[in-house]
């Protein structure tokens, strides 16, 4: 029963589905037998848009415009200057002149008397050294250490914040040969450490003209 219902919808369907195709195209049909009609020629000065003497046309009933353009421009671009040519300037130099070809003033009569003592010039023909004792060629040139010069580090209470100055007398060969502390700390097994600690020093020796010589020299510290 339900097979013989499903078959007669489906007859249905295809019955509907032909009258449909039948009338479709019958109208089409109809549509294209109006619509065969002359077509209209466009000449060649036609243009597309709306046609003359509808309010969105173009003025002067659609004909073309003539549209003033103005020329273009010219754009000059100025010559680049001209450099000028700059001719070099010599500038001429004056010729050295030896010591011999400058002229000097003669030398006049002083009226006051000169200092009667003053530094010399080294290479001259006098006694002097050419200078003082801090100044001259006999000068003395201090000593130098070689090495690290410090005060034992282990210092004990009583010797703490005290000022002591170690004195060493420094031969020609750089050695100390004797020490003395001014004043002596109250340790008196610091002063040994420090007074040994001073003797192991090694200096390059003070030197007076050029050559070694022997000399005290003084450390002062604050313990």
Known sequence: ???????????RERAVWRLGLLIS????????????QAAEHIGSLGA??????SPVAAPAGGGMRAILLAPPVE??????????????????TPPELALNEIELRDPGEGREEGPESGAGLPGGEGGGDAGAAE??????????????????????????????????FIDATGA??????????PDGSYNDDLTREARGWVFEPARRGGRPVATWWSYTWKL
């Open 1 to 11: 029963m339900a097979t013989e219902q499903i078959g007669q919808r489906i007859r």
């Open 25 to 36: 195209l019958f109208l089409h049909l109809i549509a294209l037998l109006l619509s065969n």
């Open 48 to 53: 597309a848009g709306p046609r003359s003497g």
């Open 75 to 92: 754009i000059r671009v100025p010559p680049r200057p001209e450099l000028m040519e700059i001719e070099p300037v010599q500038i001429e």
């Open 135 to 168: 100044e001259g060629l006999s000068r003395l040139i201090p000593p130098t250490p070689r090495g690290i010069i410090m005060a034992p580090l282990d210092r004990p209470s009583s010797v703490r914040g005290r000022d002591v100055t170690v004195w060493v």
């Open 176 to 185: 100390v040969d004797s020490v003395r502390l001014e004043p002596p700390t």
